[in-house]
């Protein structure tokens, strides 16, 4: 037990220094010491994560015909949280160790022991544990959590002790004042979720889009939460980026849409290269204040199987929250069967930084190459050639006798297509190490070979194979090779 914990942290430090040594994401005002829980994602990093938003982007609002995008403001007038319920539901039952003074969530400290059960080969135990959890929090019973707490013999890491405090109700929205004047400023908040700034505009895109339900609105955006306990690196921030989408269907027909687009979410994480033995389904015991039906997409992590994507049956509960405190309808006539109603929604919610991260984690590979004395250890991201951050890296073997004007006259002839790099500097082994590091699909070599019948060698990251072909087939065939295509290619079958 004591070695996995010691491999699972080794693993997740193993890949931070990666990130942080190969520009892929920093800890925000580094020079500053940092700030807790909050990241920057460097040179190679935004190229990932564009990547990453561009092929949910496109598997969303290309392939559907009937959902469309937005971009809302992060600033919402102040009365949309209270109909959401998020000033008034949008907690974490926070616990102190009186000894340690450390601070926990309360429902995180019953769900580890629930999993540590499982893993103990006592998952009944561990779901009734949940199920109990579930129960009190629902009936808002926080003694009654803090008491299971104690009967379980949980203990603070730090202290060891169970000297705890009550549990206390936590809201985890930033608010900020709007206006010059401090007199007339009034409190607003920084989004806790992208999705309140689809349901209002839900009229907006319904109407000059001419939609008919069921149809989808698609967003990529910056939330703010101010967890309690940020941990696991970009697992969890305190600004985060959400990729989310809610699809108004037809009150009585969710749970069918519900059903349809957890297989659809399913498919595109094994489709941008996630293996289906990481990837779990788990419903949801306690739901949220605005669903009838829940369940996440869990990603097995370094340290475990945790929450990559949400997908919520959210009902007709903001819509209609909407409608109430605005007094304006909310309503769609569906000629179909000639009637008004308010629409019931199916929301797909992934963080963009945590699929970043599993996909960081499942791309990190250590191997060992070469025979007898000549073995040496080799690291590579196996990332899926259309969402790594460079697509091709050409490479003159030499620098003289006209082969570096002619890499760059292919370099060239290739980056409007996708993203090249050019490198010069170095032995060639050395600069295939730095591209197989940032994960760089294909190095394109150009040698004397090339000045003589135009071909070059392409050599593979993954097996380091390496291919002749002509220059003049160069761009089609990677092109392919490196195109979101061969992504949605799987998402349709
Ligand atoms: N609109 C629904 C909603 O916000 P959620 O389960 O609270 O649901 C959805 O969040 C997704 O957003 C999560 O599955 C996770 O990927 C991401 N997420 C939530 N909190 C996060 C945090 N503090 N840091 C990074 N990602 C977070």
Redo the contacts with the bound molecule.
Sequence with gaps: MENKKQDTASALKDIISHAKEYGFVFPSSEIYDGLQ?VYDYGQNGVELKNNLKMVWWKAMTMLNDNVVGIDASIFMHPLTWKASGHIDSFNDPMIDNKDSKKRYRADTLLEDRAAQYEADGQADVGKALLQKMAKTLDAGDLEAVRQIIIDENITCPVSNTANWTEVRQFNLMFSTQVGAVSEDASLIYLR????QGIFVNFLNVQKTGRMKVPFGIAQIGK?F?N?IV?RNF?????E?E?M?MQFFVRPGTEMEWYAAWKEVRMKFHQAIGLPASKLKFHDHEKL?HYANAAV?IEYEFPFGFK????I?SRTDFDLKAHQDLSRKKQQYFDPEINENYIPYVI?T???A???FLAILCNAYKEEIVGEGDQQKQRIYLNLHPAIAPIKVAVLPLVKKDGLAEKAQEINRSLKFAFNTTYDEGGAIGKRYTRQDLIGTPYCVVIDYQTMEDDTVTVRDRNTMSQERISIADLKEKLGYAVSMERIFEKLLV
């Design positions: 829980a806790p979720e992208t999705a939330a939460r967890e940020a970009i697992f969890r921030m305190r985060f959400q989310e949220a996440d929450e990559m994507e949400g919520h929301e919610s992934v963080g930084d945590r699929l």
